[in-house]
């Protein structure tokens, strides 16, 4: 078999990608992938015997951080790059090794050829490496979850914020993949995995609403100017900062598209008048909405999908993510700002969007304001008005059974909410669903970067009806999902203790049927069924 990857949603008949990626993947790019996370957990135990001995500083964590970022699904499509990291992956090891006197004879930390042999190792180390499924199903969800948080982790960075702790968790637990541990160990690492993740989703809306303020309830235009203008994509709002001061008096205008549309809602980036709106919906429509935008386009963080002829020259990376060919914008210096000038340059010739819609979307509704809301929130349930909060939240995607989440928002009775983040909303968040006595039916709170606002609501919750379970609150959980950070978001729930969990389209095809079973018996996991059956089950309270 020449590759194979199963950690996203769209994997080939739910099994695994064995040919291509659906996301567009090629075989040496996956296994490029495979390697930088061999090379990774080779720095991680050589990083956990350096911890052990005090020598271990956080550059060293927020180093395996962003290699796992770039292993994100639809985050980096380019070889060269992985390459670059593989190399500077075994040079730290290698460094880190002397600088402790650490020696091992386990090849996941001597390894060390020339890059010529990269793909040859690369056939060796990949996920069907270790036979055992169960091992490797739990391996593979710790390491998932693992991608998911070192996205979290890598936005806080980017503000300023990082916690050692959340450092010192990913080096164990990569390194702990490397080891003949227990079925339990790995299960409590997972759940472990779970809790960290947590503090890191916390540690980012601190670093969020600490930098741009707390979102506010907010009406986005979806609309156009005349002028041309910049989209830009992703979830960094640290980049989403620097362009809008950079085209500020440009006569550039400024969109977002997909996972950044929540930027619309942050107090700090409504003070630019070029700053329009959102443009296009989710992510997987990008090849046709890019073309009709006209003007560059600026990937900040997955999602790419692969880049068609009609905008191929006006397409930049940026961060972790990259496609090859594309124009990439490199790391600020400590201290400065990226250099947005060539994208604004390119802008400035290019003709000004297509509309494709109009009129406006609201969204904002992150912690701070629907607990600003909680009086409202609490009469419309104790008067009955309000009979049940439902989460849908998460990621969106191309499968077309993902029309189900749509019809569960058009089945929903009335007196229902949708509590939303993540893309997962481009399902239902332009329908006249109404409101309840002036609460909106659906709630965004924002980015899947943002799904801590929906623990912390249920949370909030909770003790507000003086509950002694979470589990106790008139919440089901109906879940979209489809890449990594959505399994860390699963992961955080279920250590907060939620049950009952509905998930889809597909549950996970890298949960071998053992470890579906412990998720099953101990949490109540279930896959998504058919929309009446799933809906009448949420309002009765299963």
């Known amino acids: 078999m020449s590759m194979f990857c199963f950690q996203c949603q769209e994997a080939a008949k739910n099994t695994g990608c064995t040919i291509a990626g659906v996301c567009g993947k090629k075989e040496d790019t996956a296994q490029l992938q495979d390697l930088l996370v061999f090379t990774l957990k080779g720095l991680a135990v050589v990083a956990d015997e350096a911890k052990k001995q005090d020598k271990l500083d956080d550059s060293i964590g927020f180093f395996i951080v962003q290699g796992l970022f770039a292993t994100i699904t639809n985050a980096n499509f380019d070889n060269d790059r992985f390459i670059e990291l593989i190399k500077a992956t075994v040079s730290k090891r290698d460094g880190l090794k002397t600088a402790i ?279 419309a349930v104790k008067s009955g008005a309000l009979k049940r909060f439902v989460v849908m939240a998460g990621c969106d995607g191309r499968h077309k059974t993902r029309s189900y989440f749509t019809e569960v928002a058009e089945e929903l009775p009335n007196d229902t909410v949708i509590l939303t983040a993540g893309c997962a909303k481009f399902r239902y968040n332009k329908l006249d669903l109404g409101d309840i006595g002036g609460i909106p039916r659906v709630l965004d709170a924002g980015q899947c970067n943002d799904s801590y606002s929906l623990a912390y609501i249920a949370l909030q919750l909770k003790e507000v009806f003086g509950l002694d379970d979470i589990n106790d609150l008139p919440i089901s959980y109906d879940i979209a999902w489809y890449e990594q950070k959505a399994v860390i978001v699963l992961l955080a729930l279920l250590f907060l203790g939620v049950k009952g969990i509905r998930l889809g389209p597909t549950l996970p095809a890298f949960l071998s049927p053992n470890v579906a079973k412990v998720l099953i018996d101990n949490f109540n996991i279930k896959a998504v069924g058919d929309v009446k059956g799933d809906v009448e089950a949420m309002m009765a309270g299963n």
């Open 101 to 379: 006197g650490f020696s091992s004879d386990a090849d996941v930390v001597n390894w060390n050829a020339p890059e010529a042999d990269f793909l040859a190792k690369a056939a060796e180390v990949g996920v069907l490496s270790q036979a055992n499924e169960d091992v490797r199903s739990l391996r593979e969800l710790l390491i998932y979850g693992l991608k998911g948080m070192a996205a979290y982790t890598d936005h806080a960075a980017m503000l300023g914020f990082e916690k050692k702790e959340i450092y010192d968790f990913i080096v164990e637990a990569m390194a702990s993949t490397t080891q003949d541990l227990s079925v339990d160990e790995m299960v409590g690492l997972v759940l472990k995995c779970g809790e960290t993740a947590v503090t890191a989703m916390a540690l980012l809306d601190e670093a969020n609403t600490t930098t741009y303020g707390n979102p506010e309830i907010t009406e986005v235009n979806i609309g156009v100017s005349n002028k041309p203008g910049i989209l830009i994509s992703g979830h960094d709002l640290k980049d989403m900062e620097e362009l809008l001061k950079q085209t500020e008096g440009t006569g550039v205008d400024v969109y977002t598209h997909c996972e950044m549309l929540p930027a619309n809602y942050y107090p700090a980036f409504k003070k630019y008048d070029h700053f329009i709106g959102n443009y296009g919906n989710a992510w997987y429509d990008q090849g046709k909405e890019f073309a009709s935008f006209n003007g560059p386009i600026l990937m900040t963080t997955n999602c790419i999908t692969p880049v068609q002829d009609s905008y191929r020259d006006r397409i930049y990376t940026t961060g972790m993510a990259g496609w090859p060919g594309a124009a990439h914008i490199g790391d600020r210096a400590e201290g400065g700002n990226k250099d947005f000038s060539a994208i604004i340059e390119q802008a400035k010739s290019c003709a000004a969007p297509i509309e494709i819609e109009t009129g406006a979307i609201v969204g904002g509704f992150a912690h701070a304001q629907v607990m600003a809301l909680a009086d409202k929130v609490v009469d």
